[in-house]
């Protein structure tokens, strides 16, 4: 895999006026994304209503339910979905630019596994734990997305510790272990589903399908804080990661702190999944097809791949959450049994083109 | 941030009037478009003549048919869409407890829907209450009552019946039984209930909740009757379940044969059916028992 992303340079598509093409259009793609998000869903609402809203009709009673859609359902879900799916697709450019392998995927860093395994606890164990303490029910809704934030974090600062070997950070070591702790979340896991009950499973199982149903601006303001400075530091790691595609040694000596900047993409990838994790749940491969897609036809350039998959992740995201809800709708299907059932196709579709190129 | 705030603030205000509104027009008269979610509350709408006001319902109405077949679907009760469930223009949501995920019922409410969650103690106290809870909601106060007098009677003449059984028989509830994984209601559970209701003793009292139980667990629980989640012609056959080496054919109901097939949707629903399912429940435990 390494040799794949090392010879891939030679075939960087040439020119400014090219890349400036590739941003262009997934600027645009994005808006359109945006637009289609705010302008559709179960409500009907046509699109000179919610220009309407939009441009400040929000205070016609008239308006009254239209606006509400839009503003407080719509637009909140719009922005949170922009910004999960940015926040996982950049980390999935971050962790196969780390381990320099385009199969690696957030999930790698234990920040998921960590996730899904504080959200069983508090989905299982919250109410008795709340009763056995004496406190009324029900459960403060917040405590889900904050353990879920806190568990991927404290996975992801656990495996970088067994990692961690007098200051050096052995990437192998940290993908295997990551394997490992997989594994151990998974068991505790498989615990907390054998002592839960009908419900608690039923919940279990949404949450780990992934859903921006329940966005509310509080969960965009608590997620952006998160988010958002990760998508803003990002491409200042791409220099360090264009280098570190040559190997750990060589990036050192084309004066790379490689040490640091391992330390800096685990974090900012623990926090950005972490915080996407709580607000959205598990949502598979935006993170592992979006870097792997404008790999191959943006080159693996970081610093031009970092901000393109934040685009492309981001609209990628809110194309599938459409789908999600439009096509059962009143009801809505987890956005993420979408993106797998579209992405992995994709991706082997990928895979299946780049092997022929190779063969060629 | 402030400006979103701030145009939040203003919402709000924009919608108190429409809330106002709407809260006194339902104090007036009954809610026209009703969200029914879960299974009891749409079950009890339909036996008090509300369906034709239900705008929705979910995907555990099962009872009565009709309800999924007729009317739009808001999905799983514990994963609704605030949008789903507002692009049906309920003027009310009745769903049970549990019904949720939180935040979008607190979108929905925000949208000056109110929603209302109805407990559901697996009790006839509770199913009663559950009745006159809907109704009232419903502005359907007059049928509720009928039909909680009715439901009350049922309860009284099971409770009368109950009073005669001399000696309360050990009962297995099980769930389901697939790949020889045996899923039994255990104590706090709906299966707890109904068992207590129609005069048994649960077998599986050590256990909490509906779980998967070992074959020690089964023999230990030497229940003296089994009661399966079917009927009808599908329904595994009393040699199947007893058969000859398996935990269940280790149990006294084996020896009796004592295997009763009852449809799990009405044994569990704990709705205005439940009198009558419980009270077939025990003359299928106590086939000796004097009637009243």
């Not at chain 1, 400040?56 to 839009?70: E, F, K, N, Q, T």
């Not at chain 2, 009808?232 to 199947?240: F, L, Q």
């Not at chain 2, 935990?247 to 044994?267: H, S, V």
Request: charged share 15%.
């Amino acid at each position: 895999m390494a040799e794949a992303v090392a010879a891939a340079p030679h075939s960087l598509p040439s020119g400014r006026t090219a890349t400036g093409l590739a941003f262009a259009a997934l600027a645009l793609l994005a808006l359109a994304a945006c637009l289609l998000s705010i302008g559709t869903g179960a409500v009907p609402i046509g699109p000179a209503r919610v220009l309407e809203v939009l441009t400040g009709g929000w205070a016609d009673p008239m308006l009254a339910r239209d606006s509400l859609v839009i503003l407080n359902i719509r637009l909140p879900r719009t922005l949170l979905g922009l910004m999960v799916g940015a926040g996982l697709a950049v980390s999935g450019a971050l962790m196969q630019g780390l381990f320099r392998n385009p199969l690696a995927d957030p999930a790698l860093v234990g920040v998921s596994s960590g996730a899904g395994l504080a959200a069983a606890c508090v989905i299982v164990l919250g109410d008795r734990l709340l009763a056995g303490l004496g406190i009324p029910g029900p459960l403060p809704f917040a405590l889900l997305p904050a353990a879920a934030f806190l568990g991927g974090l404290a996975a992801t600062l656990g495996l970088y510790l067994v990692a961690t070997r007098s200051g050096r950070t052995s990437v192998a070591t940290m993908l295997l272990a990551g394997i490992a702790l997989g594994a151990l979340t998974g068991a505790l896991t498989g615990l907390l589903v054998y002592a839960s009950d009908d419900r608690q499973l039923r919940d279990l199982t949404f949450w780990s399908l992934g859903s921006l149903g329940g966005a509310t601006w509080a969960k965009v303001a608590a997620t952006a804080p998160a988010i958002l400075p990760v998508l803003v530091a990002v491409p200042f790691l791409g220099r360090g990661l264009n280098a570190l595609v040559l190997g750990e040694a060589e990036a050192f000596h084309l004066g790379i702190r490689v040490e640091r900047l391992k330390r800096l993409a685990i974090l900012l990838v623990a926090i950005c999944v972490g915080a996407g994790v709580s607000a959205a749940g598990v949502i598979g491969f935006v993170g592992l097809v979006v870097p792997h897609a404008l790999r191959l036809t943006l080159g693996p350039e970081h610093r031009r791949l970092l901000p393109a998959c934040a685009l492309l992740g981001g609209a990628l995201l809110l194309l599938a959450d459409v789908a999600a809800r439009l096509v059962a709708a009143p009801a809505e299907l987890p956005i993420g049994i979408v993106t797998a059932l579209v992405g992995a196709p994709v991706f082997l579709w990928l895979l299946l083109g780049r092997n022929r190129l190779a063969d060629a | 941030m402030s400006a979103v705030l701030s145009r939040r603030t203003l919402l709000a205000a924009a919608l108190a009037a429409g809330a106002g509104h709407r809260a006194a027009f339902a104090a007036e008269a009954a809610p026209a478009r009703i969200a029914s979610l879960g299974g009891a509350v749409t079950e009890i709408l339909y036996r008090l003549g509300g369906a034709p006001r239900i705008v929705v319902v979910d995907t555990t109405s099962l009872h009565p048919a009709e309800a999924l077949r007729d009317k739009p679907n808001a999905g799983y009760l514990r994963a609704l869409s605030a949008e789903g469930l507002l692009s049906t223009r309920p003027d009310i949501v009745i769903a049970t407890e549990g019904a949720g995920p939180p935040d979008v019922l607190a979108l929905v409410r925000e949208a000056g829907v109110p929603v209302h969650l109805v407990r559901e103690p697996p009790t006839a106290e509770g199913v009663l209450d559950k009745i006159e809870t809907v109704g009232r909601l419903a502005g359907l106060d007059a049928p509720a009552k009928a039909l909680a007098e009715e439901v009350r009677a049922g309860f009284a003449s099971l409770a009368a019946e109950r009073a005669r059984i001399t000696r309360p028989a050990r009962v297995l509830l099980v769930l389901s039984m697939a790949q020889g994984r045996v899923m039994v209601g255990g104590r706090d559970s709906t299966a707890d209930g109904i068992l207590s209701l129609a005069g048994a003793q649960n077998a599986a009292a050590d256990i909490q909740g509906f779980k998967p139980i070992t074959d020690e667990a089964i023999v230990a629980a030497a229940p003296e009757a089994v009661v399966m989640m079917r009927n009808g012609p599908d329904a595994p056959s009393a040699e199947t379940v007893f058969a000859p080496g398996t935990a269940l054919g280790q149990t006294p109901a084996a020896g009796k044969r004592a295997l009763i097939g009852m449809d799990g949707l009405t044994l569990l629903g704990f709705g205005p059916r439940t009198p009558q399912a419980a009270s077939e429940l025990m003359r299928a435990l106590y086939p000796d028992l004097p009637r009243g």
